[in-house]
């Protein structure tokens, strides 16, 4: 049974950072793709980052140059370093990840950025 957990979330201000971490279980062989959706209230939910096995990370337009994701494939996790927060980052994020076929989620850590 696949699992995702999520760590990291919280309170922070704008323009300050905060580090997302997911680790997956119930995962033998390599995950195609990791990522980061986030779902704002009352907007739909969005990917934020994702990486592929062996590729090159891709971003929202929205968090270019101010997020950053990377995997560890022996530790079967991946991160996502949130700098220059801003309030429109508000959400809850997800963890995703892309295995044998199927969309695996968990269940969402809350990142709230307020003065």
């Known amino acids: 049974q696949v699992q995702l957990v999520e760590s990291g979330g919280g309170l922070v201000q704008p323009g300050g950072s905060l580090r997302l971490s997911c680790a997956a279980s119930?995962?033998?062989?390599?995950?195609?793709?990791m990522g980061w959706y986030r779902q704002a209230p009352g907007k739909e939910r969005e990917l934020v980052a994702a990486?592929?096995?062996?590729?090159?990370?891709s971003y929202a337009d929205s968090v270019k140059g101010r997020f950053t994701i990377s995997r560890d494939n022996a530790k079967k996790s991946v991160a996502l370093q949130m700098n220059s927060l801003k309030a429109e980052d508000t959400a809850v994020y997800y963890c995703?990840?892309?295995?044998?076929?199927?969309?695996?989620w968990g269940k969402g850590t809350l990142v709230t950025v307020s003065s």
């Open positions: 995703n990840i892309l295995f044998h076929g199927m969309n695996y």
């Open positions: 119930g995962v033998i062989f390599s995950i195609s793709v």
């Open positions: 990486i592929p096995d062996g590729g090159s990370a």
